[in-house]
């Protein structure tokens, strides 16, 4: 029987965000070139895409190319812009169907025309659904997200557009790329590793971290709804104690 049953629907994480890793290592073990596990990863993110979608959660951020991921080889750079196109093309579709929006977080100008063009249009026309925001991290890295966000703050002090009494927590979350996002409630990352690698790190102040052994494109439904439960066993206390919450 599905894990599904055993989630509240009224206690889900409003933001859930994933660290997809392990698409190299998945082919390696099958004796494949990494192209092959990045391949078999997208089926994957339809999965966790349409059982978040299903189960009512309001929003995912998924990490699918980081600024560090620039400095891996070339050609796999380029299969990486190559399959983003692909599947923006193909699961648009998907997108459309289940009334989910895209939008995207990163130093987008970094990103090959033809991906960035092909990702304004999938944006643009998903731009009104409303059941789940779908945002996808690419030529994402969180110090550079607080970069620009301090460039542009400081230059609108410098313009007089802010003083510098008013700048507190709500200017600085304004000025990130995730300004339209609650905090992440809970931050999934596979493959055993357990790291953060540059991703949301104001974000995930006091998100629940969820680490497990699971390679990307072996990721399924179930492996999310079994997230979700383990993340609805922990208690939340945000610097207070037990006592306070009960
Ligand atoms: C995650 O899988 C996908 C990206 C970072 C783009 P990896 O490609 O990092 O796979 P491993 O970690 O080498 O197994
Ligand atoms: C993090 O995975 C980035 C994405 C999943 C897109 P990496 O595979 O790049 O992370 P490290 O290098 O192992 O920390
Ligand atoms: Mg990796």
Known sequence: MSLKVHIHTDILPKHIAIIMDGNGRWAKQKGMIRAFGHENGTKS???????????????????????????????????????????????????????IRLTAIGNLNMLPKKVHE??????????NNSRMTLTLALSYGSREELTHAIKEITSKVKNNIISIENIDESIINKHLYTQNLPDVDLLIRTSGEQRISNFLLWQIAYAELYFTEVLWPDFTKEDLYKAIIEYQKRERRFGKTSEQLS
């Open 45 to 99: 993110v339809r999965q966790v895409v349409e059982a978040s979608a299903e189960l009512g959660i309001l929003n995912l951020t998924l990490y699918a190319f980081s600024t560090e991921n620039w400095n891996r080889p070339r050609l796999e750079v380029k299969t990486l812009m190559k399959l983003l196109i692909s599947s923006l093309k193909k699961e648009i579709k998907t997108l459309q169907d289940n009334d």
């Open 118 to 127: 092909e990702l304004k249009e999938v944006i643009n026309s998903t731009k």
